[in-house]
């Protein structure tokens, strides 16, 4: 149980084209879903948080006008790098949980999509 | 100073080898701590949660000590199939969490 699909697992794109990407939980509903964000060697960092029905909560430094966030369903956020450059160039990757404290919900993790800008 | 800190290695050992390894954490608030397992270009997997107490699951051994704020990981009997990246995750608050950059190890036949 606790299947976590996302799509697409790669992109490759030209400058300035926007990329959504979906989460979904294929198995549970998912009343919370992040979004990370890994380059090279570096460590997963949080971008946002997607709670059904509401705005997404972004972490300092991650623009809201630049990484669109939609929850709409309790299965589904999408993530949209809107005029995507190389810069945004990364391993995306999608978690959720059914809601909670960390220690009661763990987060379940999409497979990543890979963007690459060129 | 990084929420997770973690050496990065890589640690290379031969099969059947015990291998151990450690991250700190600098929020001493943290109540859930966890080791996750990621493959090259994979999405992260979650090990195995860490207690207080210590908590064994098979070859793997997990240890948390509150006061110096650090969370270890042991692997005994090392595999192949045991290469990869492990990552000490560390929530931040309820239900954030804060991911250490991983340490590499590399099991040799």
């Known amino acids: 149980g606790a299947v976590v699909s996302q799509h697409p697992s790669w992109v490759i794109c030209k400058s300035g084209t926007s990329v959504k990407i979906e989460c979904r939980s294929l198995?549970?509903?998912?009343?919370?879903m992040f979004w990370y964000r890994q380059f090279p060697k570096q460590s997963l960092m949080l971008m946002a948080t997607s709670n059904e029905g509401s705005k997404a909560t972004y972490e300092q430094g991650v623009e809201k006008d630049k990484f669109l966030i939609n929850h709409a369903s309790l299965t589904l956020s999408t993530l949209t790098v809107t005029s995507a450059h190389p810069e945004d160039s990364s391993f995306y990757i999608c978690?959720?949980?059914?809601?909670?404290?960390?220690?009661?919900?763990?987060?379940?993790f999409g497979d990543g999509t890979r963007l690459s800008i060129l | 100073r990084k929420e997770v800190e973690q050496d990065p290695g890589p640690f290379n050992v031969p099969e059947g080898a015990t291998v151990a390894f450690n991250c700190t954490y600098s929020?001493?608030?943290?109540?859930?701590f966890f080791w996750y397992r990621q493959d090259c270009r994979k999405e992260p997997k979650l090990l195995m949660s860490?207690?207080?107490s210590g908590n064994e699951d098979g070859r793997f051994t997990a240890q948390l000590n509150r006061a110096s704020q650090y969370i270890s990981l042991l692997i005994r009997d090392s595999k192949l199939s045991d290469s990869a990246t492990y990552l000490c995750v560390v929530n931040r608050d309820d239900y954030k969490l804060s991911f250490g950059a991983g340490t590499t190890v590399t099991v040799r036949a």
């Open positions: 929020n001493s608030a943290s109540q859930s």
């Open positions: 198995d549970f509903q998912a009343t919370t």
């Open positions: 860490v207690y207080s």
């Open positions: 978690s959720a949980t059914t809601g909670g404290a960390a220690f009661d919900q763990p987060q379940h």
